[in-house]
Structures are given as structure tokens and as C-alpha cells.
């Protein structure tokens, strides 16, 4: 996919470093993000992947650097802006962080009612109905969470995170704790939002399968710092033992 080379990137990472007491977990990271681009950081456990999401969406604040998102440094705005902005920022955790008590039409109504106070009955179920629809799922409004597979709980809370329509995706592991076929029919989903919505996505994984598959670009990441980026042909053909580890 073609990265919008002549804008400002839709995000930007300089010298970003956190550290937890005595052990620094990212270490002077610089990352682009251009618009409609699959980013995937690659690493092992502990390698700081999801300090840098963390960062990213305000929930960590980093000892050193500066997160510019559409241009904004993060640092620099108040607390009401962050909230604005974090609606153009969807996160899709490991687990999916469905409400139990809640349906799958009430889960997804649940930011709608949060951020768009002044929608309609109607309108919120046309939101609901469509981003169900998108994500393979339209007739699972009325079941509850306890119901759902493993890919259905995950497809659900990509619809609530993608019913905002955000513009940049942040993805913390997509693809853990689920069957090949159905890790595949996940990294696809996300392709196809990719191209529909023409969103920008960061995506933390340690599945080859899910980096081949979603990647336009990769970025390895190996104690907290960037040690490799290109595409995933470029990386596995890299000579390097440590990289190699991944693509073997």
C-alpha cells in the first residue's frame, strides 16, 4: 500500500524513552506512521511493545520524547483535547474487554452514548447495524459476551472500537489465544478496514502469520529499541541471528 509520502505523517515518535525504576523499557524509539499504513512492531515479551501503545494513547506518560499525532505533540494539550482526540484513536486490546452484563448491541452502543451524546435511536442503530455487518457479525446483537467464541469476542470488540470510526488503529496482539483459521479471518478484517476507512494501524504482535499477512511495514523492536525496519521480505532475508529467530 501506498504511504502518503508527501504529507505529515499521521503519527510521529522522536527519542521516546520510558523506563519502570531501574529498568528502561524503550530507549530513544523513532517511529513514522503514514496515512492508510499497517505498521507492525515485532519483539519479544518484555521487549517494550505495549509501553510504546500505552504512550501512545495517553495512558503512560514517557520520561523523554515527544508523540505527534495529526501534528499535535500529546505533552502539549489539555485533558478535554486528549479525550477528542483519543475518539480518532481506536485500541483493540488482547482480551477484547467486552462488558459481561452487557449485549453485544448495548457493548457497542455503550461509546456511541459516551461520545455522541446527541444520537438518535435510529441512527445508533444504523451505526450498529453497519459495523456489525463490516466485521462478519449481523445478526449477534442480542447475544451476550459469555456466548461468543474466541473470534467472535474479538470481531466484537473491533466493531466497538471501529464504531467511532477512528482514524489510527492501535492492535495489542489481535491474533493470541486463537485458532489459525480464525487468526487468519482476523488479520483479513483488518485489511479490509484498512482499505475501506483508509485507517492508519500500529500493530503489536509476536505471529509471523499476522506480520506477513497485515504488515506494510515492520519494525523490530529488541530491548526497547528499534534494531530493524522494512517490509517483511527485507526482514526475513536479513542476516541478523536475533531477527532471524522470528522468521525461522
Not at 107 to 126: C, S
Request: glycine fraction near 8%.
Amino acid at each position: 500500500m501506498d504511504t502518503d509520502t508527501g504529507h505529515e505523517p499521521v503519527v510521529r515518535i522522536k527519542g521516546l524513552s520510558k523506563s519502570f525504576n531501574e529498568k528502561q523499557v524503550l530507549k530513544d524509539v523513532n517511529l513514522d506512521i503514514h496515512k492508510a499504513e499497517n505498521v507492525v512492531v515485532l519483539g519479544k515479551s518484555g521487549s517494550g511493545k505495549s509501553t510504546l501503545i500505552k504512550c501512545m494513547v495517553g495512558l503512560m506518560e514517557p520520561d523523554q520524547g515527544e508523540i505527534c499525532i495529526f501534528g499535535k505533540d500529546l505533552a502539549s494539550i489539555g485533558y478535554d483535547e486528549l479525550n477528542q482526540f483519543r475518539t480518532k484513536i481506536g485500541f483493540l486490546f488482547q482480551s477484547g474487554a467486552l462488558y459481561d452484563s452487557m449485549t453485544v448491541y448495548e457493548n457497542l452502543a455503550f461509546p456511541l452514548r459516551h461520545h455522541r451524546k446527541n444520537l438518535g435511536k435510529e441512527k445508533l442503530d444504523v451505526m450498529i447495524r453497519e459495523v456489525l455487518e463490516n466485521v462478519g457479525l449481523p445478526d449477534a446483537g442480542g447475544m451476550m459476551p459469555a456466548e461468543l467464541s474466541g473470534g467472535m469476542n474479538k470481531r466484537v470488540g473491533l466493531a466497538r472500537t471501529l464504531i467511532l470510526k477512528p482514524e489510527i488503529m492501535l492492535y495489542d496482539e489481535p491474533t493470541t489465544g486463537l485458532d489459525t483459521a480464525t487468526a487468519k479471518e482476523i488479520n483479513q478484517l483488518m485489511l479490509e478496514m484498512q482499505k475501506k476507512y483508509k485507517i492508519s494501524s500500529l500493530i503489536i504482535t509476536h505471529d509471523i502469520a499476522c506480520a506477513k499477512m497485515t504488515a506494510d511495514r515492520i519494525v523490530m523492536l529488541k530491548d526497547g529499541k528499534i534494531s530493524a525496519e522494512g517490509s517483511y521480505d527485507e526482514m526475513e532475508k536479513n542476516n541478523d541471528e536475533w531477527i532471524k529467530s522470528f522468521f525461522s
